[in-house]
DNA sequence: TAAAAATATTGACTTAAAGTCATTGACTTT
DNA sequence: AAAGTCAATGACTTTAAGTCAATATTTTTA
């Protein structure tokens, strides 16, 4: 790597990571590219030789932050599917509980409105959640953890919209509750029971 | 009603109407103040004297939406509680779609920040489906439907968590699926499973 | 090593759109 | 019918996103 490239680099990782501070602040409404470029002590014009649009910034933040948990992911054990499904609760709000509310907030935006990611990145990229917990639940299946019968598309669907929900109500009650608390007991409570069903 | 205040109010809601019509065709980022205007046949200025500020409309909009389905629980006959836990996910979710997509996006974008909501409203009332459901299983553990020991606050964040869950995750599909269709699979699947412990 | 090419950085500028407010005139009250 | 009220107006101010020709610095080429 040159030397002009690792400049590069860190221009930009100052960047995301002062917009990051920001947007938790003020959430992302407030986010305001003369401050932001003011604080990082670059010209405004530097943002936009990194970022097309304002909005990219903060895409590109979430997508840091989730790229997180599906490292993570890869790391399970062989633990049973009612742990393992326990586990991915457990670590998606344990790094959604690491950041500020506000990017949870700015994250839910985003994956509700396909529309609103950057041309350059995939924008099936904000969906990457609902696929992995889709093959967790597949290769249970396959490896005769649950019933061939298992409506592997319908829980999954239920299961992400939970999760998707825990984000929400949490944002929406400003983290009046821990989410981490609350996982526990809503693995103990919920998932349980709707998974029983499917045992093998 | 004088004829002036008729006129006002006809006005507020022919601006309400066709903001309405414009978040639903183009969504909440796209909604010009001087195309919403010109499309009223209205002057710009008149906008700012029925709303403090853009997204006060935006607001007011999801609040007559949901004042709707509230409406609705009124009326729920004297049926069980999972037919009526089910009744109410039915009607939420009818109403939901009745609209398009865009105004559930701008809902939850609403309720998952309560500073966005503007002063002159209470911020709770973004709330108020919340306090409905905590009601309703409330009521069955006082008419011994539930047992005691119900864990009602749980119960209501983790139904209320799905509830939103599954707009945002509809949201996030672009619409992929029939959200009625998918209630009544959610409610047979995972309502009852959740539900069962608790019965009497 | 010096000239040429490449590219990160700059900040004044353009543009878009939110929000303001003094003025007008139709309706309402006295 | 005179005085008062208030919905409506639209030109204006303000704010902030996004542009781009010029500059500074590094890398490549000869």
């Given amino acids: 790597m040159t030397k002009r490239q690792e400049q590069a680099l860190k221009t930009k990782e100052k960047i995301l990571k002062e917009a990051a501070k920001m947007v938790a602040e003020n959430g992302v409404d407030n986010l305001n590219v003369d401050v932001l470029t003011e604080r990082c002590g670059v010209a405004k014009g530097t943002f936009y030789t990194y970022f097309k649009h304002k909005e990219d910034v903060i895409f590109e933040i979430c997508r840091d932050l989730f790229a997180q948990i599906e490292e993570r992911m890869q790391q399970m054990t062989n633990k049973s599917i009612v742990e393992r499904l326990a586990y991915y609760f457990d670590e998606f709000m344990k790094e959604v509980e690491r950041y500020d509310v506000n990017i949870t907030r700015a994250w839910i935006r985003g994956v509700i409105d396909p529309n609103n ?7 099936k990229k904000w969906q990457y959640d609902v696929e992995m917990l889709e093959n967790i639940l597949k290769n249970a299946v396959k490896n005769k953890e649950l019933k061939k019968n298992t409506p592997v598309e319908l829980l999954t669907h239920i299961i992400i919209s939970q999760l998707y929900g825990m984000m929400t109500v949490w944002c929406m009650s ?9 996982t526990k007991k809503f693995c103990d409570v919920q998932l349980k029971a709707i998974l029983e069903k499917y045992l093998v």
Same sequence: chains 1, 2.
């Fill in 117 to 123: 990611a950057p041309a350059n990145f995939d924008s």
């Fill in 174 to 182: 400003d983290c009046e509750f821990e989410p981490k608390e609350w």
